[in-house]
Every structure is written in C-alpha cells, then in structure tokens.
C-alpha cells in the first residue's frame, strides 16, 4: 500500500480526461492535476520550451510527495518523457499517455492501416511510428497535424457548428483515407470524440474505430499500481488542482468532470 498521490498534468484542460478515467477506475487514489494553462497549447511549442515547462511541473508534483507522476499530453509525452524521467529518478514512477496507446493499438489492429491525429510537435515527432516500428505489428500509420482542434477545444467551440466545420475539414484530408481505426492523439480530443465518431459513422466513412487513450491509460496505470505495490488504502481521499493561469473554461471544465466544486489553485511556474 502506498498512500501518496498521482501526479497527472497537461498544458491545459485536456489532460482533464485522463484525469477523470484514473478517478473513475481507481476513486481509492489520491490525484493532483497541474494545469499549465499560461502555456498551452504545447503542441506549437519547441522541444526545449515543453522540456522546460515540464522540469518545473515535475518538480511541483515532487514537492506534493507523488508517488507517479503521470504525463497526459502526447506532445510532452513526445518531447520530455525520457528528460523528465531522468529528472525524476528514484523519488518517483513517470508515465506517458503513448505507450498504452501504441500497446493498445499493436495488439488489436496488426496488419492494418491506423490513422492519428495530434499536435504538430506529436505528428512532427513521429513518436506513435517509432513506437509501433518497436512492436513489429506491421501496422500502417496515416498521420495529420490537426493545430486548431486544442485552442478550439480550450475555447468551449466544441458540439458547435464551428466544431463540425473544422473537424470534417481535417477528417476529409487525403491522408487519413482508408484507415480502420483512429488513434485520438491528443488528451483534448476525447471532448470531440462523439463529433468524430458522428463523421464515422455516416454512409461515406464507416467502421472506423475512434480510439480515446485516456481510459487505456487509466487501466495501464492501474495493472502497473498492482504491479509495484503502489495501490492507495482509500483513506482520506483528496484531489488538488494547480493551474499556471486561472482560466473560467478550465474551472468549468474541471467541475464538469468530477462531479464537484474543486479549488483551483493558482501556481505560477516562472515566479
């Protein structure tokens, strides 16, 4: 048994979804959430600048005695998983939202063709293709850089027809024909699933699986618990959230998603 909490952050709300999957199949385990909302979105930003961000992150979750520290942004995910792990060393376990994914996706779908969708800097990284190359399930990847679904989704333009316009736009693109599944390589995207999913299953584009990673991460986080001893007894129970910059669509979103008044707490990384 192991008390201490989970350590789970994102440059802004998206990380929110994995957040909620990790409550909702282990409600015994503590969370804290950082926000690094005066930053988002990460997916434009360079390699050192998310690097940078997420040191300091880490270090404001080390100072919470996290027992893991779990990084739910595919983009910093992509560029600072190894450097925060390092970083990190003994006093923590560090996870990222790609492995679960690619394990995911490597077992189910060997042989066929898989779309993404993400960020720049995830799609630039070509992280999900080196990682798939590894598991040597002859998978095809069709990847696109969707930049305007984050700062959209930060925004509240989401089950709007603005949504739908961007979404299909990005959807039609050339080089996601012919998938069978679609990784949602973003942990904003989940709040757009049943938009995509809608695109899908009309009569022009069918069968086509959309894969939301936040509850595969949720179970993976939870075997590796069980794994390393590091389950929560369920006393005293307490979720804390930062954010870098108080924003009123993370606070609405962070209600949303667990059900409760939570108190934002405003934490200034560069002060």
């Not at 960020?119 to 930049?147: C, F, G, H, Q, W």
Request: glycine share 6%; charged share 20%; with cysteine.
């Amino acid at each position: 048994m192991n008390n201490q909490p989970i350590g789970i952050f994102d440059s802004g709300i998206g990380g929110l979804t994995v957040a909620h999957a990790v409550n909702t199949l282990l409600p015994q385990e503590s969370i804290i959430y950082f926000g690094d909302t005066a930053h988002l979105p990460y997916g434009d930003k360079s390699t050192a600048a998310i690097q940078s961000y997420t040191i300091k992150i880490a270090d404001v979750l080390l100072k919470n005695n996290c027992k893991v520290i779990l990084i739910a942004c595919n983009s910093a995910s992509a560029a600072a998983y190894q450097l925060v792990k390092e970083y990190v060393g003994s006093r923590a376990k560090v996870l990222n939202v790609i492995d679960p994914a690619v394990q995911y996706v490597a077992k189910k779908y060997e042989g066929k063709t898989i779309g993404l969708i993400g960020t720049k800097k995830t799609v630039s990284s070509n992280v999900y293709r080196k990682r798939l190359d590894k598991t040597n399930s002859d998978i095809e990847l069709k990847a696109l850089a969707t930049p305007l679904l984050v700062p959209m989704i930060e925004e509240g333009f989401f089950n709007s027809n603005i949504s739908h316009s961007i979404i299909e736009n990005y959807l039609k693109d050339p080089s996601l024909q012919g998938i069978e599944a679609l990784i949602l390589g973003c942990t904003h995207f989940p709040l757009i699933k049943n938009e995509i999913e809608a695109f899908y299953n009309s009569d022009v584009h069918r069968n086509v699986e959309v894969i939301d990673s936040s509850m595969i991460v949720a179970e993976y986080l939870k075997e590796y618990l069980r794994k390393h001893d590091l389950f929560s007894s369920g006393e005293s129970v307490k979720h804390t959230f930062y954010v870098s910059d108080y924003t009123r669509s993370f606070a609405e979103s962070t209600r949303i998603f667990f059900k409760e008044e939570v108190n934002l707490e405003h934490y200034p990384l560069w002060e």
